[in-house]
């Protein structure tokens, strides 16, 4: 008997495990198939849900003196455990599925998202997994999906909280989740239009045309189409561009904005409902397109901040189905609205930007960070620079609005294009189908017509729509170019190539040139490292990324000027003076030789941090050990206490004899450098030199991390940790900080390189994270990067920066100094929630403080998950909001205390005779400022001072006047 419940407890285990382990995308993709061709899809059977509990057949109602009940569909079995296991929930019913578990807010909405992905799968894929099973009568209930999308509102509307949090969110799902009888017209014209142009490729024009600048004459070009290929299209075909037809009619059919008001019964006797109802008096059948969109904009502001004073849910639920139509009004009209001088296209900008922030696209603290406006004046005139800060924040508009779209979905696209490839139009579905689509084009023809009033033009190949195109870092490069539309983390990047991203990737390895759509931010590691070493690097929209595209596999030149210019050209087009920028010699002299003759590697001893200042940098440990311990001099209280492990520790433990090599850890690593130049001197092609030196790291990499550590050492770690952390060892969480002689010098950041270990806790696990910082250097990124920009790269040891973890609310980086202002007093800031922000890439909250006192607002954050550090070690992710700024007044005024304290102080307490700006990485916890890092802020000279981009560079003259009146 015991053992047959032992075998039970066994067996039941198992079980759970196999529940719980995921399903393959590939096994997914396989289930979807079978759906899409079962007569039932995803659904195994249709029963009554009685109120109760329990269920009935199909033919036997729910009697009286249990409730009524609801007939609707079960799921197939499969569908289920993929539910369980995956958290993918496949044709989802909402009749009897509880609001908390649709919201799912443990799982950042997914569900609500999810539902929403396969509303749009199904209109661009004919039902998608309902392909068939749209057909089976009785599955699903519209009526009851109605009443329960009313009930779910009702429920949702009545919670402040949720409303302020998620008010992009919430407005989305009113488009896709029934509750009032009203389809998306706008999302089922572009899905007819692409199943058209699948079935159909000659019409692939057309579809574009629809998808990126829809107007009421595209339906005279499709009856047009339709007789001109009448001969030719199959009956399906027809019935495709017949319904699309029917659906562009009803799209483009005038809204009645009186009877829309007399509708709104609920909210007539109110504030917003007086000011709606003089609206649509004075607004209905507007021929004036203009007027119309200014007018509906104002009301869209004044919507969204009545919501909140508005306390009934279903009045609120009144106020943003009013909302959805004046979009769309403002979209269907955007279009008629043709500027012709350049104060109606400033007004354009600055109105369909006003109605994408009370739509939900931005949040409203952003909105009010910006200027799309000119100040009055009699003459009636502007500066350039002033038509440019207006060009500048409508750029930024049209980023803020497409990250708020990615930020909220990108992770459940990415989850459903592992095995539904079409699920990755979602986002770009969003955009289009928003008023951003209208703002990005405004935003360009005054990009073209500033860049022509400057001669700050791009030359970007044959694209369109070039002015949203914008230089990040100066620099230069020949190479292929890669355009990768999807996630970069699996791309295998060469350094003599030009990569076009949609987000840079967390580890790049060297690369020739970049561009990216999300940049984001300016302090990253990655754009530091391209900064220092001279890599030219871009943002661009996603259109541009489009369009580049055909050509892709290419190869060109690429430059960005010092004030933002860019050029790409085909190699066929570069001029002579361009080809002599890729001579041998010319690359060669940018390499840069790190100094190691003052280094020491008989330090044996753990030292404290206290005792570790600037003056040991690059001698006993690293600069971010020894610049860490200069700032816990001048600032005790802001900087942790910590400890340094340093270079002689290494070097003393690669003395050792290496397993199966009849040598030591250090002499092999000596054998391969002196076989890489003997293979150089008999001229072996780099590549192979470098393959055979991958082969040889990857051997010692995985013999370090097994090597073993020395008794004195270990004994001196837990000693120092009880008496300096004053917790023994593994008894409090740590960061283990690489900390190399290669990185943070003054001609080369090496930002992001070499491993760092964040929040490790367990004894065995922090002595194994030593090891594996220690093999950091030699990874295959880490020794490219180095073979590539310096001229000794084989004198690489690595220190190691022990400091115990904070759990910090937000953090980020300082720069002492304005990357867009180029102004030296100025401050630039990026932060991000949890650890380790802004230097990962994350999208971040970013400021440029003014030496005036003033500040810009750069840009948002857009990350909906951050680390948090608990004290049981590792990380755990968090999610944020976007409708409250990281950063409070009394932060940014710490931060700039902060700065000139360390401009004037940082050299004469290092005795250094540097001068320019610094890079410190810090946090806040409950509002104390604490400080992590600190290292010079190096920009490439070589390509600022560059004659070349010197060249490409205009002279911009800031105070010319522009008459407003002047014709576009």
Known sequence: MRNNVLFCLVFLLFSTQIIAQQIAPEKIKEQISIYKNDLRGPYKDIRWFCTDGSLRQPKDPCPDNIGPGNQ??????????????????????????????????????????????DKYLRAVDNGWVNQKSQFYRGAIQSEDEEAWGINFYKWLLSKDKLLVENYFLIRQSLKDIPHSGDDNLAQLMRSQSKVLSDLYPSFMDLRVKIHAQPEINDIEKVKAFKIKHDAKLSASQIKVLDEL?????TFFKPIDLVSLQAKASIIKSTTFGETFKNYAIQNNHSNNASDLIQNTAELLTTLRASLLEEKRPLARLQLLDISIVLEDLIFKNAPLWQPETVEQLVSKVCYLGMATAATGYIEQ????????????????????????????????LVEWSSGMVKANYQNEVNTYTAFEPLAYGFIDDKIRGSIALHLGKAVGELGDFIAEESALTNKVLSIPNQSTVRGLNPGYAFGELVVVAGSPDAIEVSSNKIYIFQRPPADLKPIAGIATVSEGNMVSHVQLLARNLGIPNAALSDQNLDDLKPFNGQKVFYAVSNNGNVIIKAEKDMSAEERALFTKTERKSEKIEVPVESIILNESKVLNLRNVNASNSGKICGPKAANLGQLKQMFPEQVVEGLVIPFGIFRDHMNQDMPEQNQSYWQFLEAMFKEATAMEAKGIVEGEIEHYQLRQLETLRAAIKKMPLKADFIDQMEADFKSVLGQD???????????????????????????????????????EGIKDVWASPYTERSFKWRQKYLLNPENVFPSILVIPSVDVDYSGVLITKGLTSGNDNDLTIAFSRGAGG??????????????????????PSRERFYNSLPITGGTFKKSSTFDKPILNTQNISDIRALAETIRATMSQATNSDYQGAYDVELGFKDNKLWLFQIRPFVENKKALSSTYLQSITPVIDNNKVIALSKKI
């Not at 799982?107 to 992905?117: A, E, G, T």
């Open 838 to 859: 802004a230097v990962d890439g994350q999208s971040s909250e970013t400021y440029l403080l003014k030496d005036d006192g003033g500040l810009q607002f750069l840009a």
């Open 245 to 249: 037809l029917a659906t562009m009619t």
């Open 72 to 117: 609707h569909a079960r799921y197939k079995d499969d569908v289920e455990k993929l539910a369980k296991s995956n958290h993918v929930y496949l044709g989802q019913i909402l009749t009897n599925t509880t609001n908390d578990a649709f919201l799912d807010v443990d799982n950042d909405n997914s569900r609500l998202k999810q539902y929403q992905i």
């Open 729 to 767: 060892l593994g008894a409090i969480p740590v960061f283990l900080r690489s900390d190399t002689n290669m990185e943070d010098l003054k001609e080369f950041t090496g930002a992001g390189l070499n491993l760092t270990l964040f929040n490790v806790v367990d004894k065995t696990k922090i002595l």
């Open 365 to 396: 603290h952003e909105w009010d960070a910006l200027n799309l406006t000119l100040s009055a004046n009699k003459a009636n005139e502007a500066t350039l620079g002033e038509l440019t800060s207006v060009l500048q924040n409508g750029r930024s």
